[in-house]
């Protein structure tokens, strides 16, 4: 089987990222040209319910089968490969049934009396077959990134959004005529179509890389399997335990803000328009660059799990570290560029720079952000994920006591919502970090985040000098794309200068040419 090195499979990803970004992006605008306003909300009503259902059934085994099968690779063990598959295959399959027959079952229950629109039982009911078909790709998936080849991950994901994007613009002229929900249920099956395709692909991969038969003897491995199940349970309960705290979180969050902002003293209009300016246009701005923290993330996982299995501590010291200097490397030039620019970016992309100096205030602490997802890795990778989880949890507990606090103050409304996700940040990057120190004798880069303040505040300088200079308007584009190609010329240069990438790292490039022979 084809394997990469960390920085390839992590430059795989990236790029299956960008794509895929860009075509849901496309899909986004295709689904809402077509149905409206009022289709698009009966999609997204259906949409929380989705995701629960997939999170609970996939239980946090991409994760946990990742490391694994890198551990059972380090040492040549083929059979615990095997075992590990079938042990999975078993467990989402009873789990699909379980939550496939829930999600039909309580549909009506849902539609009436959770979402208050009995139409939303159309793209409910229409969604319900991808449960499986997701738990087998998890599986596939983890399989996949505990081997270290993650080129069958990014073309299955890219392969997905192709084929979403083909039917979704049929399906939902076709049921439109019969109505608004029966349009929101095509677009969900232009979903599962996607999904298919996309594991269909998977497992013709997975036929032509495997060595070994899957369904030989498989009674046998399975029988025997406790011992691998409780392996995988030790980081999939903690890892699914981590998604449902950010599930729960991402509930409660707005229902916190209303109550919050409404004892402020501000009236329901106004507290719908600050926060969703707040998390519909900033928040996508800041989490802007977590995609290409992810596949650091997925990557990491594999390479220091295979290098903790054969006792490289020097190794594992390195990945963690390459991984923070790298994810900063990623987010730092978004940082400056929202700090100093915020006005005509809101103004370019959404026609109103309200939330300016929110955006300028929050870009600078977010960039921490960026990093969690790597050490978040990094502990699940060391066998720590219930660490992780409860970092989650306290960060969690933290900021809503903190929203709570502030936000229900007039003096700052809106601003200690800003303030409780900085606050959140700060408290699940700094726990992770401890976690690290603690179990995994980990050394903090103090030099990497030296050098990186010093990238900061040299791009920050030089960005307001030629904002100044240019007297940049707050609509005129043709000014404001040569300083971002400027900027990005210095930031690159300055990377390279500092050495927070290097040229040794460039050489592992996995679309260099390959030599003629």
Same mark, same amino acid.
């Given at each position: 089987m084809t394997?990469?090195?960390?920085?390839?499979?992590?430059?795989?990803?990236?790029?299956?990222?960008?794509?895929?970004?860009?075509?849901?992006?496309?899909?986004?605008?295709?689904?809402?040209?077509?149905?409206?306003?009022? /289709?698009?909300?009966?999609?997204?009503?259906?949409?929380?319910?989705?995701?629960?259902?997939?999170?609970?059934?996939?239980?946090?085994?991409?994760v946990a089968i990742s490391k694994r099968v890198a551990e059972a690779e380090a040492s040549g063990n083929t059979a615990k490969i095997k075992q590990i598959l079938i042990v999975s295959l078993t467990l989402t399959g009873a789990l699909s049934i379980l939550f496939t027959t829930l999600m039909i079952a309580g549909a009506p229950i849902i539609a009436k009396w959770f979402l208050t629109d009995v139409r939303a039982l159309y793209p409910l009911m229409a969604i319900s077959p991808i449960v499986p078909i997701t738990a087998i790709s998890a599986v596939i998936r983890g399989y996949f990134q505990g081997r270290q080849n993650m080129k069958p991950q990014a073309v299955s994901q890219v392969l997905e959004q192709i084929v979403r994007i083909s039917c979704v613009y049929f399906l939902t002229h076709l049921m439109l005529p019969y109505g608004i929900e029966y349009a929101a249920a095509g677009a969900m099956f232009s979903v599962i179509i996607g999904e298919l395709v996309s594991l269909l692909y998977m497992m013709r991969m997975f036929t032509i890389k495997k060595s070994f038969q899957l369904r030989h003897k498989w009674k046998n491995y399975l029988g025997k399997g406790?011992?691998?199940?409780?392996?995988?349970?030790?980081?999939?309960?903690?890892?699914?335990?981590?998604?449902?705290? /950010?599930?729960?979180?991402?509930?409660?969050?707005?229902?916190?803000?209303?109550?919050?902002?409404?004892?402020?003293?501000?009236?329901?209009?106004?507290?719908?328009?600050?926060?969703?300016?707040?998390?519909?246009?900033?928040?996508?701005?800041?989490?802007?660059?977590?995609?290409?923290?992810?596949?650091?993330?997925?990557?990491?996982?594999?390479?220091?799990?295979?290098?903790?299995?054969?006792g490289e501590k020097g190794l594992i010291q390195y990945r963690m570290t390459q991984s923070i200097r790298l994810s900063l490397a990623s987010g730092g030039l978004a940082t400056v560029v929202l700090m100093v620019f915020p006005i005509i970016l809101l103004n370019l992309m959404y026609g109103t720079a309200n939330a300016a100096s929110l955006l300028t205030f929050m870009a600078p602490f977010f960039l921490l952000l960026y990093i969690q997802a790597p050490l978040q890795a990094s502990l699940q990778a060391m066998d720590m994920a219930k660490p992780a989880m409860w970092n989650s949890v306290i960060g969690s507990i933290v900021k809503f006591v903190v929203l709570i606090g502030l936000a229900s103050q007039p003096q700052f409304g809106i601003q200690g919502v800003a303030i409780a996700m900085i606050t959140g940040v700060l408290v699940v990057t700094f726990l992770h970090i401890v976690s690290l120190m603690r179990h995994a004798d980990f050394q903090v880069p103090w030099m990497v985040l030296f050098k990186t303040g010093l990238l900061m505040v040299i791009l920050s300088f030089t960005a307001t000098r030629m904002k100044h200079l240019t007297f940049l308007d707050a609509s005129t584009l043709s000014q404001f794309l040569p300083i971002l190609f400027i900027l990005a010329i210095l930031y690159i240069m300055l990377l390279f200068i500092l050495k927070l990438i290097t040229f040794e790292e460039l050489k592992q490039l996995p679309f260099k040419k390959k030599p003629r022979p």
């Open positions: 394997k990469q090195t960390f920085l390839q499979g992590t430059l795989i990803l990236i790029a299956a990222g960008m794509v895929t970004r860009l075509l849901g992006f496309i899909n986004r605008i295709v689904v809402a040209r077509v149905m409206g306003e009022e /289709g698009v909300g009966l999609y997204m009503m259906a949409l929380p319910t989705l995701i629960l259902a997939i999170t609970l059934t996939q239980f946090g085994l991409p406790k011992e691998t199940l409780n392996e995988l349970l030790s980081i999939a309960l903690p890892t699914t335990g981590s998604r449902l705290v /950010g599930s729960i979180t991402y509930f409660f969050e707005p229902i916190l803000v209303a109550q919050s902002l409404a004892i402020a003293g501000l009236t329901t209009a106004e507290t719908t328009r600050q926060y969703g300016e707040l998390t519909g246009y900033l928040l996508p701005l800041l989490f802007l660059p977590t995609f290409i923290t992810h596949s650091l993330s997925v990557a990491l996982i594999p390479s220091i799990s295979e290098a903790a299995a054969k």
